[in-house]
């Protein structure tokens, strides 16, 4: 079951502030740090299979700071970026 948000997501405020708004679908309400979180992970990882439904169905819920109404798949992609970046360093 999806719970709500309780993490801590203060580090990564100024990458939620600029993501696309968007409550489609199974972005509703879902926690677009936590998206980004577990994009970072998978890019860090190079991983080339992904299932961006599955993500976000797993998500947990938020309403909180700056990741309020954001976007969860683009929270998503942009830490799979991020991830990838790093990957090479
Ligand atoms: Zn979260």
Redesign the pocket.
Known sequence: MNKD???D?SAIQHIMKELPISQKGLERHK?????Y?IGYEHGKKRQKILDIDDVLKG??Y?Q?QQ?RHKSAHAGYMKGYYDGLKDSYK
Not at 31 to 35: Q, T
């Open positions: 948000c309780n993490k997501h926690c677009a740090a936590c998206a979180e998500l947990d938020s909180a990741q």
